[in-house]
């Protein structure tokens, strides 16, 4: 069954990026995010965006410099 969400290959790519550069595995990520591991697979998978919050406190636990975000 397709979903009605449209993907944005751009934020699924980031998502992606920062996870694997942070050296966290999606266990831990999921964890320190209060979600499940299936929740950040489909994150950087882009069958889900995460909101807002979500979307700030992985960028905190990444590390992430405010220059490198792309959107």
Same mark, same amino acid.
């Given at each position: 069954? $397709?979903?009605?969400?449209? *993907?944005?290959p751009?934020?699924? $790519?980031?998502?992606? =990026? &920062?996870? @694997?550069?942070?050296?966290?595995?999606? $266990?831990? &990520?999921? $964890?320190?995010?209060?979600?499940s591991?299936?929740?950040?697979?489909?994150?950087?998978?882009?069958e =889900? *965006?995460?909101? @807002?919050?979500?979307?700030?406190?992985?960028? =905190? &636990?990444?590390?992430v410099?405010?220059?490198? &975000?792309?959107?």
């Open positions: 069954m $397709e979903s009605n969400r449209k *993907k944005d751009k934020l699924t $790519e980031f998502l992606r =990026r &920062i996870i @694997q550069d942070s050296g966290f595995t999606y $266990e831990s &990520i999921a $964890e320190m995010l209060d979600v591991t299936r929740t950040v697979g489909y994150y950087c998978n882009g =889900r *965006k995460p909101g @807002q919050k979500t979307l700030l406190r992985l960028i =905190r &636990i990444a590390n410099n405010v220059k490198d &975000i792309p959107f």
